[in-house]
Every structure is written in C-alpha cells, then in structure tokens.
C-alpha cells in the first residue's frame, strides 16, 4: 500500500508544479524505490509507476520545453527502438502465438522509453536540485549498507544472502546509483551543491562509496568500480589522485579482507575459472551444458549459446528474437537452452536482451546506451558530464555479472544527466507545446 501512496503523491507534486520532488520520485520509482523499501511492502514493481507517471505526464500535462539543445542520433535511435519495440510486439503475437496481454506483461517496462520527451522539459536548476536530493539520499543509503554489512542487522528490512565463500551475509539493497556518486565525490566533489550539514563532511564520501562497493563482495563489481574509476583518473592525468585511491582502496579492504580473500579465490575456483574459459570451456558448457568452471565461465556459456543458437534461426528471429513472452515461472515456451533455463537472469543481461529482443534490438538498445557515453565523454570538460560517461561505462561492465539494462528505467538517470549536460550553457529560451 505504501508504493500507491508514494504515486498518489508523486502525481500531487507534479500537478502542483513542485517538478524537482516529482522528479526525484519518478527516478525512485524507475529505480525500483532505490532498494530502499522492503519488497513485501510493495504492490507492484517501481518501474510499473514510473511508465504510469510517464502516461499520466503526458495525457494531462502542459509542457514547455527548455531543453532546446538534443543529439538528433540519440533522438533516432530511441524513436527506432520504440518502433521495434512495436513492431516484435506484433512478431510475438503471430509468429509464436503469445497472447497480447502475455507479450505486454514481458515488455510493458520497455514503455518507459518515450520519457525522453518529458525530460526535454525539465529547467536546469529543476535538474541541479534534483542531483542535490540524490546524493544526500545516496551518501545516507550508503552510510546504511555500510552499517548493515559490517553488523548484519537488516537496518533497511532487507533479508540477506548467506555467501558460503566469504563466510558473511550479502545484502542486495545496494545504492543504485553509487558509483556515479563515487566519480562525483573523487573527481569533482564541488561540481553539485550539498546542504551546508553534508558539505563539510564530503571529503569523507569516497570512503563510503567505496566501502559499499566493497561490502557487494561482488569481484566483477568491485574490480569494475575500480578500474573505471582509475581509468577516470588517468583520463584526467591526475596521478597523485590514482595513489591515494589504491591506497585508500586497500586500506578500507582490510576489515573484510578474509572475505574478499576467499570470495576472489571462491575455494581456488576463481584460477580455474578463468583457464576453463580460456582453453574452451566456454563452448563446451554451451554444447553440453556441463560446468567445469565457475559462474564466469557460466555467463559467456550463455551469452555464445544465446548468440550461436539465435545465429542459426530464420531471418526474422534472427532480427526479432523469439519474442517477448512472460510466464511466472520465468521459462520460455518458445526454446529450451542447455546452459541456463530462464527467460530472465540476474547473472548477465546481455543474453536476455539477446533472447527477448534478437540481434538489431539488442543492438539498437545498445546504441542508445554507446552514444549517451559518446556524448558525454566529447563534453568530458565538464565534471558532471565525465562522471556520468565514467558511471554508463561501469553500468556496461558491471552487467556482464548483473542485470541492470534488462531493465529500461535503468537508462533514465544517464539519459537525464546527458540531456542535462547538453544544454547546461543554454538559456532558458523555449517554445510550448
């Protein structure tokens, strides 16, 4: 009941034009409440009131827009996904006999897309204020993991996850959007304004970003993290900033070391995992569907099954997948895979994308996503636009071991911050419509 009235409430706040807490609340929607809020107290998923935010914006709203400067590419390739999106919604329903309402149950996130246009009408101070709640509601949310980590007590109302090979709980409410936090607070930290209360303590926010990164005893997180973050560094040539953030790193390692130690070896498997992979294991587990590595072995397992069994369909399903299907016990109907039965998987996003979107809308889906980092690493002059090209790049990374693009809302706060920065030295010159 209470993620009704947070949508009661978010509706309030943009039909009485208070835009940047309507805004904050749509990007804690999209992000499926930030992790903050129990799932059991939920309803419906976040991303569910985000498109019924987006509609309801659209249908009732006047709208202005202030954004006068766009990407005319990014524009098409998110009118082009749309229409693909349309297109393999028809193709599910004839080609594999999947029921209207079961192919919109499996696609209706996708319909989160077309915010682009809303967010084309949003004033940069709206903007900046927005960045400036999301980042006292991330530092706090961090504080939080942190705490939760370190004691095992749920303070959030999250279970945890017992990791036999670290020998602790792993709690997997992380703040989704700490490590475009973490590039702020390194990179730039004066480039969003704080409230007085939080400002005098930023230098100390590093360390909490990295300590939750640390506390996911994720190895392709955290080594992720890391080395875009030192790559961020390098790009920037601040070398003196690359040693402080090694030290620091290992320093706030220590406390979990044992678990990071035997998470990073997982038993001696981590070793083996990757000589598995190198001498072929990857397409031996792909034809046999037997396992002689580990879990990294497992994703590219299922990413070349994906890829090789898609690769030798018909053109159609080469180009449109084998449809956007949904069924509560997460199994296609439609074709069986030797290495991972699900429809969806939070272990890697990109055979997913693969399976439900074939070849030219995992593609197209992608293209989005390469040049919202394009556009932003050609205005890496500005700190905020860096930060948010370095955070896209970790996102990428990050889903060979996660599933955060197989959600569409996930691209809202970097298509926000890449329209944000295009038209930072703009005026607020703007046509109605």
């Given at each position: 009941?209470?993620d009704?009235l947070?949508?009661i409430?978010?509706?309030y706040?943009?039909y009485t034009?208070?835009?940047t807490?309507?805004?904050?609340?749509f990007i804690?929607?999209?992000?499926r409440f930030?992790r903050l809020v129990p799932?059991?107290?939920?309803?419906?998923?976040g991303?569910?009131?985000?498109?019924?935010f987006m509609?309801?914006?659209?249908?009732?709203?006047?709208h202005?827009i202030?954004?006068?400067?766009?990407?005319?590419?990014?524009r098409?390739?998110?009118?082009?996904?749309c229409i693909?999106?349309?297109i393999?919604?028809?193709?599910?329903?004839?080609?594999y006999n999947l029921?209207?309402?079961?192919v919109?149950?499996?696609?209706?996130?996708?319909?989160i897309?077309?915010?682009?246009?809303?967010?084309?009408?949003?004033?940069?101070e709206?903007?900046?204020?927005?960045?400036t709640i999301?980042y006292?509601?991330?530092?706090i949310?961090?504080?939080?993991?942190v705490?939760?980590c370190?004691t095992?007590i749920?303070?959030?109302?999250q279970t945890?996850?017992?990791d036999?090979a670290?020998g602790s709980?792993r709690?997997?409410n992380?703040?989704?959007?700490s490590d475009?936090f973490?590039m702020?607070?390194?990179?730039?930290?004066?480039?969003?304004e704080l409230?007085?209360?939080?400002?005098?303590y930023?230098?100390?926010?590093p360390?909490v970003?990295m300590?939750?990164?640390?506390c996911?005893?994720g190895?392709l997180?955290?080594?992720?993290t890391?080395?875009?973050?030192?790559?961020g560094?390098?790009?920037?040539?601040?070398?003196?900033?690359i040693?402080k953030v090694a030290?620091?790193t290992?320093?706030?390692a220590?406390?979990?070391?044992?678990?990071?130690i035997n998470?990073?070896?997982?038993d001696?498997k981590?070793?083996?995992d990757?000589e598995?992979?190198?001498n072929?294991?990857m397409?031996h587990?792909a034809?046999?569907g037997v396992?002689?590595?580990?879990?990294?072995?497992?994703?590219?397992?299922?990413l070349y099954?994906r890829i090789?069994?898609?690769?030798k369909?018909?053109?159609?399903?080469?180009?449109f997948?084998?449809?956007?299907e949904?069924n509560?016990?997460?199994r296609?109907?439609v074709?069986?895979?030797?290495?991972?039965?699900?429809l969806?998987t939070?272990d890697i996003s990109y055979?997913v994308?693969?399976v439900?979107?074939g070849?030219?809308?995992?593609?197209?889906?992608?293209?989005?996503?390469f040049?919202m980092a394009?556009i932003?690493k050609?205005?890496k002059?500005?700190?905020?636009?860096?930060?948010?090209?370095?955070?896209?790049?970790?996102i990428l990374?990050?889903?060979?071991?996660?599933?955060?693009?197989?959600?569409?809302?996930?691209?809202?706060?970097?298509?926000?911050?890449?329209?944000?920065?295009?038209n930072?030295e703009i005026?607020?010159?703007?046509?109605?419509?």
């Amino acid at each position: 009941m209470i993620d009704l009235l947070f949508f009661i409430y978010a509706l309030y706040t943009y039909y009485t034009k208070k835009y940047t807490i309507a805004l904050v609340l749509f990007i804690f929607f999209c992000y499926r409440f930030f992790r903050l809020v129990p799932a059991y107290l939920m309803r419906f998923d976040g991303p569910d009131y985000a498109v019924g935010f987006m509609i309801l914006a659209f249908l009732f709203g006047t709208h202005t827009i202030y954004m006068a400067k766009e990407d005319i590419k990014l524009r098409w390739y998110i009118v082009a996904m749309c229409i693909f999106l349309v297109i393999s919604f028809g193709y599910s329903v004839i080609r594999y006999n999947l029921s209207p309402s079961n192919v919109f149950m499996a696609s209706r996130m996708s319909l989160i897309l077309p915010c682009y246009f809303l967010l084309k009408c949003l004033r940069q101070e709206w903007i900046e204020k927005t960045l400036t709640i999301l980042y006292v509601i991330t530092i706090i949310h961090g504080i939080l993991y942190v705490v939760q980590c370190v004691t095992g007590i749920p303070v959030m109302g999250q279970t945890a996850e017992f990791d036999r090979a670290t020998g602790s709980f792993r709690f997997l409410n992380f703040p989704p959007l700490s490590d475009f936090f973490l590039m702020i607070s390194v990179l730039s930290p004066n480039s969003i304004e704080l409230p007085e209360r939080f400002d005098k303590y930023k230098k100390y926010f590093p360390l909490v970003f990295m300590a939750t990164t640390i506390c996911t005893f994720g190895r392709l997180k955290i080594i992720a993290t890391l080395v875009v973050l030192l790559y961020g560094l390098w790009l920037k040539g601040k070398a003196t900033l690359i040693i402080k953030v090694a030290v620091l790193t290992f320093i706030l390692a220590i406390p979990f070391s044992e678990g990071l130690i035997n998470r990073m070896n997982n038993d001696g498997k981590t070793k083996g995992d990757i000589e598995v992979l190198l001498n072929g294991g990857m397409q031996h587990m792909a034809s046999t569907g037997v396992n002689k590595g580990g879990t990294f072995t497992y994703r590219m397992a299922m990413l070349y099954e994906r890829i090789n069994r898609l690769s030798k369909e018909d053109f159609l399903d080469q180009v449109f997948g084998y449809g956007m299907e949904y069924n509560k016990d997460n199994r296609s109907s439609v074709v069986h895979f030797k290495v991972g039965h699900a429809l969806y998987t939070p272990d890697i996003s990109y055979p997913v994308l693969i399976v439900k979107y074939g070849f030219l809308g995992t593609l197209i889906y992608l293209m989005i996503w390469f040049r919202m980092a394009r556009i932003c690493k050609k205005h890496k002059e500005d700190d905020l636009a860096f930060c948010t090209y370095l955070f896209i790049v970790s996102i990428l990374l990050n889903d060979f071991s996660g599933s955060q693009i197989t959600f569409f809302s996930w691209m809202i706060f970097p298509l926000l911050m890449t329209i944000y920065i295009q038209n930072r030295e703009i005026s607020n010159d703007c046509n109605t419509y």
